[in-house]
Protein backbone atom coordinates (compact mmCIF):
# COMPACT_ATOMS: atom_id res chain seq x y z
CA UNK A 1 0.00 0.00 0.00
CA UNK A 2 1.06 3.12 -1.01
CA UNK A 3 2.18 5.56 2.09
CA UNK A 4 2.98 9.33 2.42
CA UNK A 5 6.10 9.97 3.90
CA UNK A 6 7.75 13.80 4.75
CA UNK A 7 10.84 12.83 2.81
CA UNK A 8 11.50 10.29 -0.04
CA UNK A 9 13.76 7.44 0.36
CA UNK A 10 16.90 7.06 0.49
CA UNK A 11 18.34 5.37 -3.09
CA UNK A 12 20.96 5.38 -5.09
CA UNK A 13 21.23 5.34 -9.27
CA UNK A 14 23.72 6.01 -11.88
CA UNK A 15 21.37 8.91 -13.16
CA UNK A 16 21.41 9.94 -8.98
CA UNK A 17 24.98 10.35 -9.39
CA UNK A 18 24.94 11.71 -12.51
CA UNK A 19 21.81 14.82 -11.16
CA UNK A 20 24.30 15.54 -8.32
CA UNK A 21 27.91 15.85 -10.37
CA UNK A 22 26.14 17.96 -12.46
CA UNK A 23 24.42 20.92 -10.06
CA UNK A 24 23.64 19.58 -6.45
CA UNK A 25 20.84 22.70 -6.59
CA UNK A 26 18.97 20.55 -9.70
CA UNK A 27 19.88 17.38 -7.66
CA UNK A 28 17.82 18.70 -4.66
CA UNK A 29 15.04 19.65 -6.28
CA UNK A 30 14.91 16.32 -8.02
CA UNK A 31 15.46 13.83 -5.11
CA UNK A 32 13.71 16.18 -2.46
CA UNK A 33 12.06 19.02 -3.25
CA UNK A 34 9.41 17.49 -6.16
CA UNK A 35 8.89 15.13 -3.23
CA UNK A 36 4.99 14.69 -2.53
CA UNK A 37 4.73 17.60 -5.24
CA UNK A 38 2.13 15.45 -7.10
CA UNK A 39 -0.57 16.09 -4.08
CA UNK A 40 -3.53 18.27 -4.46
CA UNK A 41 -3.60 19.00 -0.95
CA UNK A 42 -1.87 19.24 2.24
CA UNK A 43 1.65 19.92 0.63
CA UNK A 44 3.52 23.23 0.12
CA UNK A 45 2.78 25.46 -3.12
CA UNK A 46 6.74 25.09 -3.42
CA UNK A 47 6.99 21.43 -3.57
CA UNK A 48 4.12 21.31 -6.12
CA UNK A 49 5.60 23.63 -8.81
CA UNK A 50 9.04 21.81 -8.46
CA UNK A 51 6.94 18.89 -9.07
CA UNK A 52 5.33 20.17 -12.26
CA UNK A 53 9.05 21.57 -13.53
CA UNK A 54 10.37 18.12 -12.91
CA UNK A 55 7.66 16.36 -15.40
CA UNK A 56 9.03 18.99 -18.07
CA UNK A 57 10.25 17.16 -21.34
CA UNK A 58 12.42 18.22 -23.56
CA UNK A 59 12.49 17.26 -27.15
CA UNK A 60 15.60 14.58 -26.53
CA UNK A 61 14.02 13.05 -23.63
CA UNK A 62 10.37 12.69 -25.22
CA UNK A 63 11.60 11.56 -28.56
CA UNK A 64 13.82 8.80 -26.45
CA UNK A 65 11.29 7.72 -23.99
CA UNK A 66 8.64 7.33 -27.37
CA UNK A 67 11.64 5.21 -29.37
CA UNK A 68 12.06 3.41 -26.06
CA UNK A 69 8.68 2.70 -25.78
CA UNK A 70 8.13 0.95 -29.09
CA UNK A 71 10.85 -0.65 -29.58
CA UNK A 72 9.97 -2.46 -25.80
CA UNK A 73 6.28 -3.04 -27.22
CA UNK A 74 7.51 -4.02 -30.76
CA UNK A 75 9.87 -7.00 -29.45
CA UNK A 76 7.19 -8.21 -27.48
CA UNK A 77 4.64 -8.43 -29.68
CA UNK A 78 7.12 -10.73 -32.00
CA UNK A 79 7.63 -12.58 -28.81
CA UNK A 80 3.91 -13.17 -28.71
CA UNK A 81 2.77 -12.92 -32.30
CA UNK A 82 5.94 -13.72 -34.33
CA UNK A 83 5.19 -10.65 -35.85
CA UNK A 84 8.16 -7.54 -36.65
CA UNK A 85 6.19 -4.05 -37.22
CA UNK A 86 7.32 -2.26 -40.42
CA UNK A 87 9.37 0.81 -39.97
CA UNK A 88 5.87 2.86 -41.85
CA UNK A 89 3.61 1.94 -39.19
CA UNK A 90 6.68 2.92 -35.73
CA UNK A 91 7.08 5.76 -37.58
CA UNK A 92 3.17 6.84 -37.37
CA UNK A 93 2.81 5.62 -33.81
CA UNK A 94 5.81 7.79 -32.61
CA UNK A 95 4.28 10.65 -34.71
CA UNK A 96 1.25 10.22 -32.97
CA UNK A 97 2.89 10.13 -29.84
CA UNK A 98 4.97 13.78 -30.30
CA UNK A 99 1.74 15.24 -31.85
CA UNK A 100 -0.35 14.51 -28.44
CA UNK A 101 2.49 16.28 -26.43
CA UNK A 102 2.39 19.08 -28.61
CA UNK A 103 -1.24 18.83 -28.00
CA UNK A 104 -1.25 18.89 -24.25
CA UNK A 105 1.76 21.37 -24.31
CA UNK A 106 -0.38 23.92 -25.89
CA UNK A 107 -3.86 23.37 -25.40
CA UNK A 108 -3.97 21.74 -21.47
CA UNK A 109 -1.35 23.55 -20.19
CA UNK A 110 -4.43 24.21 -17.06
CA UNK A 111 -4.73 20.28 -17.33
CA UNK A 112 -1.19 20.02 -16.69
CA UNK A 113 -0.90 22.27 -14.13
CA UNK A 114 -3.78 19.85 -12.00
CA UNK A 115 -2.27 17.10 -12.76
CA UNK A 116 1.52 16.48 -14.34
CA UNK A 117 2.10 13.46 -14.32
CA UNK A 118 -1.20 12.61 -16.55
CA UNK A 119 -0.65 15.40 -19.38
CA UNK A 120 2.45 16.36 -21.23
CA UNK A 121 4.44 19.63 -21.17
CA UNK A 122 7.32 20.30 -23.49
CA UNK A 123 10.03 21.48 -22.10
CA UNK A 124 10.76 24.04 -25.24
CA UNK A 125 6.81 24.89 -25.34
CA UNK A 126 6.76 25.68 -21.16
CA UNK A 127 9.97 28.15 -21.39
CA UNK A 128 10.06 29.42 -25.06
CA UNK A 129 6.01 29.51 -25.74
CA UNK A 130 6.89 27.33 -29.58
CA UNK A 131 8.66 24.48 -30.64
CA UNK A 132 11.70 25.96 -32.92
CA UNK A 133 10.93 24.73 -36.29
CA UNK A 134 14.48 23.21 -36.99
CA UNK A 135 14.28 21.20 -33.82
CA UNK A 136 11.13 19.64 -35.44
CA UNK A 137 12.41 19.15 -38.53
CA UNK A 138 15.46 17.22 -37.03
CA UNK A 139 13.26 15.37 -34.82
CA UNK A 140 11.33 14.12 -37.92
CA UNK A 141 13.98 13.03 -40.17
CA UNK A 142 15.74 11.34 -36.96
CA UNK A 143 12.55 9.03 -36.95
CA UNK A 144 12.54 6.89 -39.73
CA UNK A 145 16.19 6.69 -39.73
CA UNK A 146 16.17 5.03 -35.82
CA UNK A 147 13.17 2.93 -36.86
CA UNK A 148 15.27 1.49 -39.96
CA UNK A 149 18.63 1.21 -37.67
CA UNK A 150 16.42 -0.89 -35.09
CA UNK A 151 14.67 -3.33 -37.51
CA UNK A 152 18.28 -3.97 -39.00
CA UNK A 153 19.99 -4.39 -36.01
CA UNK A 154 22.22 -7.03 -34.44
CA UNK A 155 19.80 -7.80 -31.37
CA UNK A 156 16.70 -8.18 -33.53
CA UNK A 157 18.07 -10.03 -35.76
CA UNK A 158 19.50 -11.95 -33.03
CA UNK A 159 15.55 -12.34 -31.37
CA UNK A 160 13.99 -13.15 -34.60
CA UNK A 161 16.25 -15.89 -35.61
CA UNK A 162 16.77 -17.67 -32.21
CA UNK A 163 14.02 -16.87 -29.84
CA UNK A 164 13.85 -20.57 -29.01
CA UNK A 165 17.53 -20.53 -27.81
CA UNK A 166 16.82 -16.69 -25.71
CA UNK A 167 14.93 -16.67 -22.66
CA UNK A 168 14.05 -12.80 -22.75
CA UNK A 169 13.99 -10.42 -19.56
CA UNK A 170 11.41 -7.90 -19.09
CA UNK A 171 12.77 -5.03 -21.04
CA UNK A 172 12.42 -1.18 -19.13
CA UNK A 173 11.21 -2.46 -15.47
CA UNK A 174 12.43 -1.53 -12.22
CA UNK A 175 15.12 -3.17 -10.40
CA UNK A 176 17.33 -3.47 -7.40
CA UNK A 177 20.08 -4.57 -5.56
CA UNK A 178 21.37 -3.62 -2.20
CA UNK A 179 25.23 -2.71 -2.10
CA UNK A 180 25.85 -2.59 1.41
CA UNK A 181 22.94 -1.29 2.90
CA UNK A 182 22.19 1.38 -0.10
CA UNK A 183 19.15 0.56 -2.39
CA UNK A 184 19.98 0.60 -5.99
CA UNK A 185 18.27 0.81 -8.52
CA UNK A 186 19.15 -0.43 -11.98
CA UNK A 187 16.69 0.36 -15.61
CA UNK A 188 18.40 -2.16 -18.76
CA UNK A 189 16.74 -1.34 -21.76
CA UNK A 190 16.71 -5.49 -22.64
CA UNK A 191 18.58 -8.22 -21.63
CA UNK A 192 18.14 -11.99 -22.59
CA UNK A 193 20.25 -15.06 -21.73
CA UNK A 194 21.37 -16.96 -25.09
CA UNK A 195 21.37 -21.25 -23.79
CA UNK A 196 23.45 -22.00 -26.98
CA UNK A 197 26.10 -19.47 -26.03
CA UNK A 198 25.59 -19.90 -21.96
CA UNK A 199 25.47 -16.26 -22.13
CA UNK A 200 24.14 -13.26 -20.91
CA UNK A 201 23.42 -10.42 -23.13
CA UNK A 202 22.64 -6.45 -22.07
CA UNK A 203 21.58 -4.61 -24.71
CA UNK A 204 21.84 -0.65 -24.11
CA UNK A 205 19.08 1.23 -27.15
CA UNK A 206 20.70 5.14 -27.43
CA UNK A 207 18.63 7.26 -29.82
CA UNK A 208 21.47 10.20 -29.27
CA UNK A 209 25.27 10.35 -29.79
CA UNK A 210 27.87 8.34 -27.63
CA UNK A 211 28.46 9.82 -24.55
CA UNK A 212 31.73 8.98 -22.01
CA UNK A 213 29.39 7.86 -19.27
CA UNK A 214 28.03 4.85 -21.14
CA UNK A 215 30.64 2.32 -20.36
CA UNK A 216 30.66 3.02 -16.59
CA UNK A 217 26.47 2.88 -16.51
CA UNK A 218 26.76 -0.60 -18.67
CA UNK A 219 29.45 -1.96 -15.72
CA UNK A 220 26.48 -1.11 -13.35
CA UNK A 221 24.13 -2.83 -15.20
CA UNK A 222 26.92 -6.26 -15.66
CA UNK A 223 27.33 -6.14 -11.81
CA UNK A 224 23.38 -6.38 -11.70
CA UNK A 225 23.41 -9.62 -14.00
CA UNK A 226 26.53 -11.14 -12.36
CA UNK A 227 24.97 -10.76 -9.01
CA UNK A 228 21.36 -11.58 -9.55
CA UNK A 229 22.65 -14.73 -11.57
CA UNK A 230 25.67 -15.69 -10.09
CA UNK A 231 27.49 -15.86 -13.04
CA UNK A 232 31.30 -15.02 -14.13
CA UNK A 233 31.77 -11.31 -15.90
CA UNK A 234 33.29 -13.77 -18.61
CA UNK A 235 29.75 -15.03 -19.23
CA UNK A 236 28.24 -11.20 -19.77
CA UNK A 237 28.22 -9.19 -23.13
CA UNK A 238 27.11 -5.56 -23.11
CA UNK A 239 25.85 -3.70 -26.17
CA UNK A 240 25.20 -0.27 -26.95
CA UNK A 241 23.12 -0.02 -30.04
CA UNK A 242 23.35 3.56 -31.48
CA UNK A 243 20.00 3.66 -33.70
CA UNK A 244 20.47 6.92 -35.00
CA UNK A 245 24.09 5.35 -36.91
CA UNK A 246 23.22 1.55 -36.75
CA UNK A 247 26.54 1.21 -35.11
CA UNK A 248 26.82 -1.25 -32.46
CA UNK A 249 29.48 -0.97 -29.72
CA UNK A 250 30.90 -4.13 -27.31
CA UNK A 251 31.94 -4.20 -24.27
CA UNK A 252 33.62 -6.80 -21.91
CA UNK A 253 33.79 -6.12 -18.16
CA UNK A 254 36.51 -7.18 -15.82
CA UNK A 255 36.58 -6.80 -12.09
CA UNK A 256 38.70 -4.24 -12.62
CA UNK A 257 35.72 -2.20 -14.31
CA UNK A 258 33.36 -3.69 -11.42
CA UNK A 259 35.74 -2.18 -8.92
CA UNK A 260 35.70 1.01 -10.47
CA UNK A 261 31.71 1.57 -10.51
CA UNK A 262 31.84 0.09 -7.01
CA UNK A 263 34.34 3.06 -6.20
CA UNK A 264 32.30 5.63 -7.79
CA UNK A 265 28.92 4.11 -5.94
CA UNK A 266 30.84 4.49 -2.81
CA UNK A 267 32.66 7.97 -3.14
CA UNK A 268 28.61 9.12 -4.76
CA UNK A 269 27.07 7.80 -1.79
CA UNK A 270 29.68 9.79 0.78
CA UNK A 271 28.68 13.21 -1.49
CA UNK A 272 24.91 12.42 -1.13
CA UNK A 273 24.94 11.92 2.64
CA UNK A 274 26.40 15.35 2.95
CA UNK A 275 22.80 17.11 1.86
CA UNK A 276 20.81 14.68 4.66
CA UNK A 277 20.31 16.47 8.39
CA UNK A 278 18.65 13.50 9.28
CA UNK A 279 20.17 9.94 8.17
CA UNK A 280 17.38 8.21 9.62
CA UNK A 281 14.33 9.48 7.87
CA UNK A 282 16.57 11.02 5.06
CA UNK A 283 15.22 14.72 5.86
CA UNK A 284 17.21 17.00 3.47
CA UNK A 285 19.27 19.62 4.92
CA UNK A 286 18.35 23.24 4.02
CA UNK A 287 17.47 24.44 0.40
CA UNK A 288 20.32 26.91 0.68
CA UNK A 289 23.24 24.18 1.18
CA UNK A 290 22.16 22.63 -2.19
CA UNK A 291 24.97 24.88 -4.21
CA UNK A 292 23.90 26.06 -7.75
CA UNK A 293 26.49 24.39 -10.54
CA UNK A 294 28.99 27.99 -11.55
CA UNK A 295 28.64 26.09 -15.00
CA UNK A 296 26.38 28.56 -16.56
CA UNK A 297 26.01 25.92 -19.70
CA UNK A 298 24.13 23.57 -17.79
CA UNK A 299 21.27 26.01 -16.67
CA UNK A 300 20.45 26.89 -20.36
CA UNK A 301 18.52 23.20 -20.46
CA UNK A 302 17.36 22.71 -16.69
CA UNK A 303 13.74 22.14 -16.02
CA UNK A 304 14.42 24.11 -13.06
CA UNK A 305 16.40 27.44 -14.71
CA UNK A 306 13.06 29.22 -13.52
CA UNK A 307 13.14 28.41 -9.44
CA UNK A 308 16.85 29.67 -9.39
CA UNK A 309 16.74 33.01 -11.32
CA UNK A 310 14.02 33.33 -7.86
CA UNK A 311 16.62 32.48 -5.22
Not at 135 to 143: N, P, Q, S
Not at 186 to 194: A, E, G, I, N, T
Not at 245 to 266: A, E, P, V, W
Amino acid sequence: MFEITPYPTFSWSFSRHKSLTSCSRKYGYEYYFAHNGWLSYNVEPFHQHVYRLKKLQSMPILFGQIVHHLIEQTITSYIQTGQVASVAELVNRARGQLNAAFIDSTRHVDLWRQKPNKFYMMQEIYYDGRLNPELVHDYKERLEAVFENFLQSETLQQITADTGSLRIGEPEQFRSMKIVDTQVFVVMDFHYYDDMKDKWIIIDWKTGGESEDDRQQLALYAYYIQQKYDVALEQIDVYNEYLLTGQRKKYSYTTFDIDNILHTFQRSVLEMKKYQADIFTNEPVDFEDFEKTSDAWRCKGCNYKELCSQF
